[in-house]
């Protein structure tokens, strides 16, 4: 068995077996502690930039198969697990995980202490670590670590998004959330609306509960100006989620900035942030980053709760401590008139949700595509689609 | 929204006596929502017949009942106690019944009591198996093709249609009890019949078999905003077709994608808004067709259960806890999480370990009954392991259990290779066929099978099993054989133990460790390899001490994965590099549990556990509790200040006294787990507490008793020992049949017998020595119609408090655990009891005992004799506790502690103006075709208490609990033995003047008719028809009394009392038993029912 190391920027060392492909690697060392869903995880490109560790113990057990893919690849820059099954069983799986990795020419580990690592980003928070099975000496190793580029203020977006547009016509197929179709919402025959997608590092899943919900989906480069969007007369927009901060990207800030109002716009995770820039609000890195499928997120008109799919290491905040009103939002001013805070988590009140009440804004910070993760929040889509509905009336 | 206010006071119904299906895992549950409950200022009233409950300790309480869990009972306790509410969800299958029958009486909205927790629509829905799959049509979900049906015929339709195999599920019952697997008609008949007479609406379903299927079930909470979250995903390694209680369950569900497990999850969210549980917890199965994924949902449980207990503690969310406040209103985001304390309960946990649940057994105990595993469960107990893999906690799961098994040894001679001479195609051969159909020992085959080189996949088609958890067993099957050859490289020929050489010590430590990351434990290292297991441990000391960080270490179950910091020291060991126990300096106080239930060593135990940690709290002594019974009150987190889930074996619990260095550990309370404990833990130099292992070793060493008994003046039945059929038949010649047989140092009368000739002898000895080979037979003489005693005292050393005095209503020879006794005793001259208590006081002394001591003795023509003496909590402590209103385990804990009696208050027990009988209940109805006979083999798997003014109610309220209400009326059988004939005349005639019709057969009925007795005589089975099996099919009997004495006789009447069982009669087996059935009944034709709380019994 082949020895690897995982060394943190901080000095601390881990060591286990290589897995996957053999090299080195480096990135931003965080943990998900989603129980299953590790292939939707590799392949989110939210995660550029980063190592994922998994905290769940057995990794691989229903090996990987060409439908669970968020994107066209993995994303991750390294993987880091307590154990890897040897043998895939499931009738999905069309490859075991560790061969998908060595494929793909991704650096792993397993058979280290994976939740004392855990505990020691949580502690200590995330940051820069390195994955080799080439050169185990970990002096050199947190040297490298250290050197290594950080997420904060860079533009990994860049790097993820799509060059050209295209067209996406997929839905989910049996997969579709039960909750949703039928019950809820009865599905419509038809593309009712058409909608341009922003790609900063796309989940193909929000595409597709975008096609489940009646739209045509253009799917446009990071980097698209407003006005290239606008000549294509969309219905709505949604600014997707992505990598890293989202102070990195300017560009799209200011995109965004000139979207709102004109017409509905729904962002998720890095695209709530962005509108958050957008309409002058601040945001900031957390501590290690939400990376769960767990995570309790209250609906603040309702006050129901939803378990959510959540995925980043940014955050938004209101410009000081913004005293909620008596339905329990809290409400923000801005250039854009009157912003609500419909959403919060219920482990640390960071803000998980915004509604503009003057314009047709709705944004969350958490994946309500789920993939990996529950579809408590499928609503959000028929929510924006309802948007889109009553901005045509 | 905050908690319901225009309620004040619930009324919560817990799920009766310990039976196969139903265990302690209520009482814990009950236990959590009457904290809950009284937390939240609601003023409590609870109703169980248990007395072995924490629950039904009067301080969880504002009004305790130990009277029966009827229908009856509890409307006259609505009547007394006016609840608002009625919280039927925490008692198993037994309050969901009965809450039901309350509401189809009119009585809930005759006395506008609310049913919370779960409607009686919901449980209707639920429940009802035809109700219950339209319902799952309405919101498209699919079940098995079924039909249900209410005679056979209509069964017989159903099955045309869909075919064989099928399964018999009936209604409204518990453990899958009558449900069975049928492959063709005639079975298929049987089963019907069986299911039909099982159903307490006499209905079932039958439905296309998916055995085979994999299964799951998910653990859901909602609340009355409809948020709805999952506890925990659990997955049964055993797929369908093993009832999930007998079968290996994991946590988390291992083999599901992503889109599968989400699917799966929308379902159980729509199931439970569907049905219609809107507080509260339930329990959803699904079968998923290995080959397609399709997903089919079979069965859901609108209430707590064993999969929510060990769902519980698996991932620490206490379900009952959060259910209960659910249930008065609050919603899930307003209650917090306990053990992150910064969190709220409205999430889903997850987990960074792997839980691994087993099954345990008793067949042993059923001779005849059949050991295939399928849909009604069989299994007695259950153990649970955490490990960081599924890989090691299948081990730890596997030691746990405590069946003299350490690890996957081989059941075929096969650890060292297949031996010389034997043939590998025979054994794969005979391993195969071991494997066609699922039995308790099958994980065990499987891995034989793989030393014989049969494939996982060939395994997988055999047993559909998952490839994946076959494969994780063959990683340890690889790993044996490694390691196996590394050792017997270095001169250490693990199949020829006695030629091993010192060269093997050498043993790669870096192989060691792997093993240990593994889960395996040293004993089972110390069979592959040929190193003893203190020299493992020895090594493992010595290379912690060079910093090697090979040591053991333990982690904390925390409901997050590590995200936010636990501060519940709830821990499990394993071998990594960072240990979280953090250990206190306070001065602390190591309590071993019991392990996992089996028939001798049960609930009891654990209350007993449970009151040592309170007692300890009360004394501000940190408590640190051991334990791997995930359905008990003693593995709640919050029972003590430190709990180590973990395996009950030598190693692991000396580990943890490594770690916390407690000032000494409580061995007395947790049966006979922790006692067998006590000398290797003494020897490894760990301080006992309260009475000394040398008066233990003392009590239990026949040659030393037998002198202490000398010493004293006492007497005791002559007795020998042997150790080979020679001599023991020398021994039994020379005291004179019959005479008690029984393997020394056991526990429930395992193996005990009475023998009443030699070859009786011989037969005994074959199995005896199979039974425990490195102990000799005990032989007794055996006191026929001698009255026995039980006796439970507690001692500080200097003072004797004899706390109850037990007298069994079964004769001498009847195991203690299964026969019924009153106290005080309703026969026994008051000359006599005041010689008990002194002779318990005499015995006490002598030990030196400091804690409590329970003797048993036999009162027979004016004698007393010593039977056995236990220095240890016994099985009769929470029922002499709760008769007497005396917490005695708490009092002997304080008193290990060094308080004396007479600090503590308890001087005299004392003097009671009601009686208490306890009745033991038996699992024959899940066992076809085992006899209900008693022996001096333990078979009952709990007990009931009837407490009532005078004997007569309190036995008839005894044998109602039971699930046995006696008759007013109607027609009794007689046929006993000639020993018993003047006793039955006696009982006949009792009964005439009660107006009872009476039949005997032949010789019964001669006798009786000679004395002047009115009776019809029956034929006997044998003696042609109609006859007595007939009357008793037809309906036309009330009560049985049948004794029996040879063993041919025992065969012939085998079929009566099976039929009584079926019936679900009344049924005596004894003549004392008859004798307090008679005074039973003529208790409750002169007075009616009243009950009465144990709050009032007390203070009164």
Redesign the interface.
Known sequence: MKKAILVLADGTV?EGRALGFEGETVGEVV?N?????Y??ILTDPSYKGQIITM????IG??GV?H??VESRRIWAEGFVV??S????????SEQALHDYLRESRVVGIEGL????L??HL?DAGSQQGLISHVDLDPRRGVEKARTAPGIVGRDLVSEVTCSQPYEWTDGSGV?A???DG??SEPSRAGRRFRVVAYDFGIKQNILRRLVDTGCAVTVVPASTPADSVKTMQPDGVVLSNGPGDPEGVPYAIEAVRNLIGWRPIFGICLGHQLLGLAMGLGTYKLKFGHH?????V?DLRT???G?TSQNHNFAVRTPDATAPDSTGQAMVKTPFGRLAISHLS???ESIEGMVCLDQPVLSVQYHPE??????DSAYLFHQFARMMETNHA | MPRRTDITSILLIGSGPIVIGQACEFDYSGTQACKALKEEGYRVILLNSNPATIMTDPELADRTYLEPVTVEVVEQVIERERPDALLPTMGGQTALNIAVGLAQRGTLSKFGVELIGASADAIHKAEAREAFKHAMERI?LKTPESGSARTREEAARVVERIGFPAIVRPSFTLGGTGGNIAYNREEFERHVEWGLAMSPVGEILVERSVIGWKEFELEVMRDL???V??VC?IENVDPMGVHTGDSITVA????????????M???A??IIREIGVDTGGSNIQFAVH????DLVVIEMNPRVSRSSALASKATGFPIAKIAAKLAVGY???ELSNDITR???A?????????VVKMPRFAFEKFPGADPTLTTQMKSVGEAMAVG???KEALQKAIRSLEVDRFGLGSLHGLDGGIPPGANRDELAARVRSALQTPHPDRVWHVADAMRLGVS?AELAALTKI???FL?QIH?LVEFESRLGAAASSLGAPVAFPEQRVPGHLSLDPDLLWEAKRLGFSDERLAQLTGIETGELRRRRAADSLQGAMRGVTY?RVDT??????AHTPYLYSTY???C?SRPTDRRKVMILGGGPNRIGQGIEFDYCCVHAAFALREEGIETIMVNCNPETVSTDYDTSDRLYFEPLTEEDVLNIVDREHPIGVVVQFGGQTPLKLALPLARAGVKILGTSPDAIDRAEDRERFRALLVQLGLRQPASGMARSVEEAARVATQIGYPVMVRPSYVLGGRAMQIVFHEPGLVDYMASAVKASPHHPVLIDKYLEDAIEIDVDAISDGRQVVVAGIMEHIEEAGVHSGDSACSLPPYTLEEGMVGEIRRQTVALAMELGVVGLMNAQFAVRGGHLYVLEVNPRGSRTVPFVSKAIGVPLAKLAMKVMMGKTLEALGFTEAPTLRHVAVKEAVFPFAKFAGVDVLLGPEMKSTGEVMGIDDDFGWAFAKSQAAAGVPLPCAGRVVLSVKDHDKPAALEVARRLRRLGFLLEATRGTAAYLQRNGVEVEPVNKVTEGRPHIVDHIKNGEISLVVNTVGSESSQADSASIRREALQKGLPYCTTMPGARAAVMGMEAALRKGLTIRSLQEYHHS
């Open positions: 881990f943990f502690t989603a129980m299953t869903g292939q939707e905290t769940c113990p057995h057990n229903y198969t439908e669970d307590k154990e099954s040897r043998r895939p069983s499931s009738w999905r202490d994976t939740r004392a855990t505990r949580r997969w959330p039960e909750a039928g019950s769960a499928a767990n995570h309790p209250i006050r129901t709760v378990i219920l482990n640390d789920a993939s990996p993760g529950p579809h | 498209g905003k409809d948020n979250v999952i995903p988390p569900a291992m083999t599901l994608t992503d889109k599968e497990y989400q699917a999850r929308d379902a969210v729509r290995p080959e397609t994924g919603t899930l985001d910064v969190t709220k409205a999430f889903e946990p997850t987990i960074d370990y792997v960081r893999t599924f996982v998952d490839p994946w494969d990683e982690k997050c994965a590590a995200e936010f910091e990594e590099g960072q979280e």
